[in-house]
């Protein structure tokens, strides 16, 4: 089993920025792929960013291409998600997830392990 809890959630004025974290336990994440998804209300779960294992690839949802950072440090056991030029559309829960049969994919029913979230809210 794997257990991920994520930190860095909060309210931000638009054009602001934050960093979300993603700390695992639980047995290794060697191999793992690390995603990022979000929820608004009455909205489905999206895929907003993806990193493999070794940190060399990465995916990005269109929507926040170019102001989303994905990284990992495997040593800490940790993914994060920096969060820049945020926009009152990008207010959601987040969640971290984790992969162990597919590299970055896009898809929520790929993924093997959920955090419970964390919200970030964005005001004009």
């Known amino acids: 089993q794997v257990q991920l809890v994520e930190f860095g959630g909060g309210l931000v004025q638009a054009g602001g920025s934050l960093r979300l974290s993603c700390a695992a336990s639980g047995r290794t994440l060697s191999g793992y792929t690390l995603g990022w998804f979000r929820q608004a209300p009455g909205k489905e779960r999206e895929f907003v960013a993806a990193i493999t294992w070794g940190g060399g690839s990465t995916r990005y949802a269109e929507s926040v291409e170019g102001r989303f950072t994905i990284s990992r440090d495997n040593a800490k056991s940790t993914a994060y998600l920096q969060m820049n030029s945020l926009k009152p559309e990008d207010t959601a829960v987040y969640y971290c997830?984790?992969?162990?049969?597919?590299?970055?994919?896009?898809?929520?029913?790929?993924?093997?392990?959920w955090g419970q979230g964390t919200q970030v809210t964005v005001s004009s």
């Open positions: 997830a984790a992969d162990i049969n597919h590299e970055l994919s896009s898809l929520r029913d790929a993924y093997d392990y």
